[in-house]
């Protein structure tokens, strides 16, 4: 071979132009209208989250006994709860707590789930056995069961029923990196990472994990909307902010005493709660399906 | 032909690679205490040498084994029993670590170009990977290093910033093969490297290949089931059916002068294209045995018209029937045409 | 009746791209397969020959794809059926085999009644009658045991033996035209020199018509009597097998035959096609193979080359003649 020219043929053909990745995500993204209200709705309850105490019309804690039990009117458009407090005031200021609880709830136990997670799909063996069992006994609890349990044991209170809520997120979150972590460990590209000599650890972190990011980003988004429910329900039972705090599980629950006689009590603050869930829930849903490849 | 595989092999005498009496079987099943009560014995006693600089390829049919023998001289998986020298020395025994740093010497080129590179890393980072983990390069080298193989394998320098979903198959497989080469290793092991892109991207890389190999005097391990492109890659070739290696010889010796039954029949089965040579096929009857259930004597002969009554209970012998021309058979002198 | 099994005129067939927009897959396809003859589709991954055989059997998804032009079986314009009559058609006078024979079985049903299935769909043959046909058809795609095979489920079987029980399938209706989709890429060799004689001795024993696609241009040589060849959503050429190798017309086709190993030959580099196929959504304008052509002119890049004889019964869609083309690879 007399010309050993290794750069002929080839590119003759030029690639398309570079595409960004954010900028396609952002594209694909817009397209799902359901999804781009759900985003809008998460930034505006966060927004009000931030500066919800500053702009309430009223103290949301100063008593009003000429309007006990109002119903909505122009001075109160939510009416008032029976103490004469302004329901609407209550509530942009108890997005805060509601809020509060649910994501650090719910960050407190993803970390800890994807910890456990990574560590029973990437090593397996005894260890992932052990976590996965705890984890199954864990789900054979009703989560919200669980999260009642153990705050009637650890007592009431809003950091309480955080924990309550954090702990009955860390299996559902092991069993999901979990999986992810066995998908991406069964690609080739994570047995061509140890042929060309990369150590345990740089394979479980440079190739496996970026890789579970996808379901740790949807399932997480999803999560937030379970917690604020559950965090609302378990402060509805009475296990967790006190009737003096403004949170929106403790609102319903004053209201239901009155639901016959100020059904306002009742429906503001529930349906706030819906309408934050279900927000949560399709920017989820929209977050999976843009980012599925199988779904494309 | 002045540059085969005896020649440059008499410079350097030593194998690159030896393997001796290899074997490997994985369960299939368990009973309750989870003890394997069957298995796939997927490599069985398989011995031969690679000689530096040459092409020595492994060719068969689906499930023979072959690329199981890549993986257990790449030390991806551990052999059960046998030995496999790289290089001077025995790794058939070292630990997942001490294999590690091993991998420098050898790297590996997959079928799959979809499949082999990481879909979130940028092709200059997938390419300089190798040199992250074996050197000390510093990260400005190591970028420039990895841009000049990027025009070695003849891609743009500017394609460093993309990554890979925006690449056609034939185009991964160069980036797989820039990766493989950038810790200027001895060996390359090649599963199946064209076996995925079509016609005319085949022919790019097996000729890119080839370059290669002349210009930085690379031993390559070819494992593929397409016997033309053998054919033309290889300096000797393996034939394997069922874990056991039947023939081995010199390329122009398997290809013109074929001893074992089954490397007959194999050659006999490719389609030439070319409408006036329509041969006369010699068909072979029924279907591969499953591996977890291998005949005994002669794995072939269920299907071997040649078969007699020894072949079902001796093991063939191995023959040496010319210079680097084994054969397992009983009847290396018989023919099936 | 004329002697056309199967005519193809003017296929175009369109995939839905984004919300609006609209991208061709094939375009302008044109060819015809009799009776008793094995047509050969080649081409490479995405030139559209698959697209073509889902188009004749109509097995495409409605909402995504619209296809026009005329697909004229035995006289039946195909694309102006009802689906009932194309269901009626299909399986029974069109058959069709896939590459993948595993995944195309249904892995919780066993072979007799998925095979059952078929011959009960389209023929009033008793529960009896539909048994001894099928042993009937298995025995005839050379499976050794039927009986015991048609209580098997598909995991039992090797792929080899799959494809066969693919085949049988498909030909339990005696059918009039065979459409075999890459039947034997999946397939190690010496298993595809099997099927490749068993459709063979189909076609001989039954005078069906079959349309064999494939990439291999070995399997073509060995078994087809006409080929055309795809690129990119086009027909480049079309001959008969002799000719199409002894005097490939169009540059494509040529470098395609080149770019083959072949047993014996030992090349020590293989002639190769420079570049790689055009994306769908972005066709070059213009002879869609000029990017890769050596002989490309500044004409092939602005005008659409058409199909046309360059001597008797061979197409090709070069716009240059072979003269010019010689004078260009001289100069």
């Known amino acids: 071979m007399s010309e050993t020219t290794t750069s002929q043929t080839a590119s003759a053909e030029a690639l398309p132009k570079a595409q960004n990745p954010a900028k396609q995500f952002i594209k694909k993204f817009t397209q799902r209208k359901s999804a781009v209200a759900g985003l809008a709705f998460i930034i505006f309850i966060l927004i009000i989250a931030v500066i919800g105490p500053s702009i309430t019309p009223y103290n949301p804690n100063a008593y009003d006994y000429n309007a006990l039990l109002a119903g909505p009117s122009p001075q109160h458009i939510w009416g008032t709860d029976e103490f004469g407090r302004d329901v609407f005031s209550r509530i942009l200021a108890g997005a805060q707590l509601s809020l509060g609880t649910a994501l650090t709830a719910s960050v407190i136990g993803t970390a800890a789930g994807v910890v456990l997670g990574l560590i029973a799909g990437f090593f397996g063996g005894i260890v992932d056995s052990f976590i996965m069992r705890v984890c199954d006994v864990m789900f054979a609890f009703p989560g919200i069961l669980l999260a009642i349990a153990i705050v009637a044991i650890i007592g009431p209170g809003i950091t309480n029923v955080m924990i309550g809520v954090a702990v009955f997120t860390v299996p559902s979150f092991a069993r999901i990196i979990r999986g992810a972590v066995l998908e991406v460990k069964s690609e080739l590209y994570v047995e061509v990472a140890q042929s060309i000599g990369c150590s345990r650890l740089r394979t479980m972190f440079v190739h496996v994990f970026p890789g579970t990011l996808q379901a740790l980003i949807v399932n997480f988004s999803m999560n937030v909307g379970g917690a604020i429910l559950s965090a609302s329900s378990l402060s509805f039972l009475g296990f967790g902010a006190s009737v003096t705090q403004a949170e929106w599980g403790a609102i319903l629950s004053q209201g239901r005493n009155y639901l016959a006689t100020a059904p306002h009590l009742v429906f503001f603050p529930g349906l706030v709660i819906f309408l934050t869930v279900l927000a949560f829930n399709l920017f989820g849903d929209g977050l999976r399906d843009t980012l599925d490849p199988k779904l494309n | ?337 | 009746m004329s002697d056309t099994l199967l005519e193809v005129k003017g296929l175009a067939t369109e995939f839905k791209h984004g919300k609006k927009n609209w991208i061709s897959a094939v375009s302008d396809v044109s060819f015809e397969v009799r009776p008793g003859e094995i047509v050969g589709l080649v081409g490479e991954s995405g030139c559209g020959k698959s697209v073509t055989s889902l188009s004749v059997m109509r097995l495409h998804r409605k909402d995504t794809t619209r296809i026009s032009g005329d697909i004229i079986f035995e006289g039946k314009h195909l694309l102006e059926l009802s689906d009932r009559d194309m269901q009626a058609i299909r399986g029974n006078e069109i058959s069709m085999i896939f590459q993948e024979p595993m995944s195309a079985l249904d892995p919780i049903m066993r072979i007799g009644d998925q095979l059952a299935e078929a011959l009960t769909l389209h023929t009033d043959l008793s529960k009896k009658e539909v048994h001894e046909r099928s042993v009937e058809v298995l025995r005839q795609v050379g499976i050794p045991e039927p009986e015991m095979t048609l209580r098997n489920y598909p995991h039992e079987l090797s792929g080899g033996m799959c494809q066969r029980v693919m085949i049988a399938m498909a030909m339990s209706c005696e059918p009039r035209l065979l459409i075999a989709d890459e039947p034997t890429t999946a397939l190690d060799v010496t298993i595809q020199a099997q099927i490749l004689a068993l459709m063979e001795k189909i076609r001989r024993e039954n005078n069906t018509g079959i349309l064999l696609i494939t990439h291999d241009l070995g399997v073509v040589a060995e078994t087809c009597s006409r080929v055309i060849v795809m690129y990119a959503g086009h027909v480049v050429e079309e001959a008969p097998v002799d000719e199409l190798f002894k005097h490939p017309q169009h540059p494509y086709t040529q470098g395609l035959i080149a770019s083959v190993p072949r047993l014996g030959e030992r090349l020590r580099r293989l002639p190769s096609i420079p570049g790689s196929v055009p994306d769908l959504a972005a066709m070059p304008d213009g002879c869609r193979f000029a990017p890769r052509c050596r002989y490309a002119q500044e004409r092939c890049r602005c005008n659409d080359p058409v199909l046309h004889e360059v001597s008797p019964d061979h197409t090709s869609a070069c716009l240059l003649s072979e003269q010019e083309r010689e004078e260009v690879a001289h100069a």
């Open chain 2, 1 to 337: 032909m002045p540059e085969t595989a005896e020649n440059r092999a008499s410079a350097a005498e030593r194998p690159l690679v030896s393997v001796k009496h290899l074997s490997k079987r994985f369960p299939v099943s368990k009973n309750f205490f989870g003890r394997p009560t069957k298995f796939v014995y997927a490599v069985n006693d398989v011995s031969f040498d690679i000689m530096p600089g040459e092409t020595f390829s492994i060719v068969g049919e689906s499930g023979c084994g072959k690329s199981t023998t890549s993986r257990l001289i790449n030390r991806l998986i551990a052999p059960d029993e046998g030995e496999i020298w790289f290089d001077g020395t025995d790794i058939s025994k070292l630990s997942a670590k001490e294999v590690q740093p091993l991998r420098a010497k050898m790297q590996m080129v997959f079928q799959d170009p979809y499949g082999s590179l990481n879909p979130r890393m940028k092709v200059q980072d997938l390419i300089a990977e190798p040199l992250l983990v074996h050197t000390k390069m510093s990260a400005g080298e190591r970028l420039k290093r990895a841009l000049d193989l990027l025009e070695v394998v003849g891609l743009s320098r500017a394609y460093g910033e993309r990554y890979p979903h925006e690449f056609s198959g034939g185009q991964r497989q160069r980036i797989g093969i820039a990766r493989a080469l950038s810790v200027n290793p001895k060996l390359i092991i090649a599963d199946e490297p064209v076996s995925a892109l079509d016609v005319s991207i085949q022919a790019q890389v097996l000729n890119l290949l080839r370059d290669l190999q002349e210009e930085y005097n690379l031993t390559y391990l070819f494992i593929s089931h397409d016997l033309a492109v053998v054919e033309m890659i290889s300096d000797v070739v393996a034939v394997m059916y069922l874990g056991h290696i039947v023939e081995i010889a010199p390329n122009e010796e398997l290809y013109g002068n074929p001893r074992h039954p089954y490397t007959q029949a194999l050659l006999s089965a490719v389609p030439v294209p070319d409408p006036d040579l329509k041969k006369e096929h010699v068909l072979l009857e029924g279907d591969l045995p499953s591996p977890s259930n291998i005949p005994s004597g002669c794995p072939f002969h269920t299907r071997c018209p040649l078969a007699t009554e020894k072949c079902s209970h001796e093991q063939p012998p191995v023959t040496m029937v010319g210079e680097r021309h084994m054969v397992q058979c009983h009847y290396p002198d018989k023919s099936i045409a």
